[in-house]
């Protein structure tokens, strides 16, 4: 054996290595956890003004609040699913690079932009004609699929030697499910030029094509089912 090879074998290193990891998962959780926090601050209780208020006056000031609502929820399950995909991709990790913090740095980027996406999505999308604002969510969540896919390509690839135990039928499926929110955005972007309100029922079908593809990889591939999450 190597010098080399026992200083990779030593205790030191794989301490080091578990070190960066652990560092790499905790700001990592740090952002995501900011960032689902960051989309309730956003939604305000109204300020009313009424000489008499009644229950009637104070439904008719929250119904503005319920499209923010909307648009905190879909933004909620949104940036869950892209944290267990996050959880999933780490199982496979056994050292860190420079390539991999960049990637991971990347893809956190438009989770903490989904605050501020989810907010100009909320205003001015709903009970409008605009579609600006579901472009630049559909942008938002574009950039944190594309991202996904390609940290799951730097971990899946045996050049990088940062990850272990990934087959090609769980990178294939990891990556399908990294795909699946933009493709349902895009295709709701698409839809808002035909009907804004049609528009309105694509997001929430995300959940559904997930767990089509889940279910259709797991009878494709039964072994696959213990790693799925």
């Keep these: 054996m190597t010098d080399n090879m026992r200083k990779t074998n030593s205790p030191t290193v794989h301490a080091e290595e578990s070190f960066q990891l652990e560092r790499i998962a905790l700001f990592s ?9 960051l989309l309730i601050i956003e939604i305000r209780i109204p300020e009313l003004h009424a000489e008499t208020l009644t229950d009637r006056v104070l439904l008719r000031e929250l119904l503005p609040v319920v499209t923010k609502l909307i648009g905190f929820l879909i933004s909620f399950f949104v940036i869950g699913l892209y944290w267990f995909s996050h959880h ?3 199982r496979y990790v056994t050292r860190v690079n420079h390539k991999l913090l960049w990637n991971n740095l990347l893809f956190l980027l438009p989770i ?6 989810t907010s100009f999505l909320s205003e001015y999308y709903f009970n ?15 950039l944190s699929g594309y991202f996904s896919f390609r940290l799951w390509n730097i971990i899946g690839s045996p050049a990088n030697h940062i990850g272990q135990n990934l087959g090609k039928e769980q990178l294939s499926y990891n990556i399908a499910r990294s795909l699946t929110i933009p493709i349902v955005f895009i295709c709701a972007l698409f839809i808002s030029f035909i ?14 094509v997930t767990r089509f593809i889940k279910t259709r990889y797991s009878k494709k591939y039964p072994a696959l089912k213990g790693a799925m999450g």
Excluded at 130 to 142: E, F, H, K, N, S
Excluded at 195 to 208: G, M, N, T, V
Aim: aromatic share 12%; glycine share 0%; hydrophobic share 55%.
């Design 29 to 37: 959780d740090a952002v995501f956890a900011i960032a689902i926090t």
């Design 128 to 142: 409008s004609s605009l579609r600006l604002p579901l472009a630049v969510y559909t942008i938002t969540i574009c």
């Design 195 to 208: 009907s804004i309100k049609c528009s309105y029922f694509i997001p929430p079908l995300a959940p559904l």
């Design 112 to 117: 903490v932009i989904m605050p501020f996406s």
């Design 88 to 90: 999933r991709m780490f």
